[in-house]
């Protein structure tokens, strides 16, 4: 009885540690690094900077206080309040989006999701990607697809940094077998605002941004992280210095 339960137990954890890495793997073009780096401050603050201006008319963060973002992201109260709050009146309120759900629902076709924990259910290559794969598409409403999340209903709002790009596919037919579709890469039709460089940063630091605000207790967990691993050094320490004085005069 107890070897079954051990071998399904066995068998569970089996499952729940490839299942993961089978949905990682499944459809779309294969997902660049997003390489963000959450204890770089200045990114993350750039990353707020650029979520405030361009998703927050369309996207709320509900989770978000701009309070405590303002402490972990070292913003003092008049910046927060000159250049993140267009929203908001006090400093302990969420980030709302300035769409009305309702309304957005019209436009879109869908209401715009809540930022605040995409990260964490999409990863940050996800967003990384999908921010960076939107191409012309005369077929869609926006003008625009998106190699990540095929047909989306997000217009290109980044269009003007990036510019426009168009995706190059390879149709390969093998006898007896459907035609398949294989993504090859980008070429830019009209140029934006930034070089393609450039635009990575300005997404980097957005996914950043969007990494941070879904786990905002990462960074100081990393950090009592350390200094409790300094602690049991130095514990570690003192308690073999009390055993040696201790022992000293029975052996
Ligand atoms: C003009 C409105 C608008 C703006 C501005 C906007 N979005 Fe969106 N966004 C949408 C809509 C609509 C959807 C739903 C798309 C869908 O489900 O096809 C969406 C979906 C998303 C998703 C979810 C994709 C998925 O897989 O479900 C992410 C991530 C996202 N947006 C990120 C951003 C970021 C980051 C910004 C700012 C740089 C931004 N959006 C700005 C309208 C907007």
Not at 49 to 57: A, D, E, L, Q, T
Not at 62 to 91: C, H, I, P, W
Not at 120 to 137: C, P, Q, T, V, W
Not at 174 to 201: K, L, R, V
């Amino acid at each position: 009885m107890h070897k079954v339960k051990g071998i399904s137990l066995a068998a569970l954890l089996l499952a729940l540690t490839i299942s993961p890495l089978a949905m990682a793997s499944s459809g779309g073009p294969a997902l660049e690094a997003a390489d963000n780096d959450m204890s770089n401050i200045p990114s993350l603050q750039r990353g707020a900077r650029n979520f405030m201006n361009y998703c927050s008319g369309c996207h709320s963060a509900q989770y978000v206080r701009f309070n405590s973002m303002g402490k972990d992201l070292e913003f003092s109260d008049k910046q927060l309040v000159d250049n993140l709050m267009f929203n908001a009146e006090k400093t302990y309120e969420t980030i709302r989006s300035n769409m009305p759900a309702d309304q957005s629902k019209v436009w879109f076709g869908v209401t715009p999701p809540d930022l605040s924990l995409m990260a964490r259910s999409r990863g940050s290559d996800y967003i990384y990607n999908f921010l960076r794969g939107f191409y012309a598409d005369a077929s869609r409403p926006t003008g625009v697809n998106n190699t990540v999340l095929v047909g989306t209903s997000m217009p290109h709002v980044l269009g003007g940094l990036q510019g426009l790009q168009r995706a190059v596919f390879h149709e390969s037919s093998h006898e007896g077998q459907a035609a398949t579709t294989e993504f090859q890469g980008f070429e830019m039709i009209t140029a934006g605002t930034m070089s393609a460089e450039e635009y990575d940063n300005f997404v980097r630091d957005t996914v950043n941004f969007l990494d941070y605000i879904s786990e905002p207790v990462q960074m100081k967990r990393r950090v009592i992280g350390v200094w409790t691993l300094i602690f049991l050094t130095l514990f570690l320490i003192v308690a073999y210095m009390l055993k040696k004085e201790i022992w000293k005069d029975v052996t």
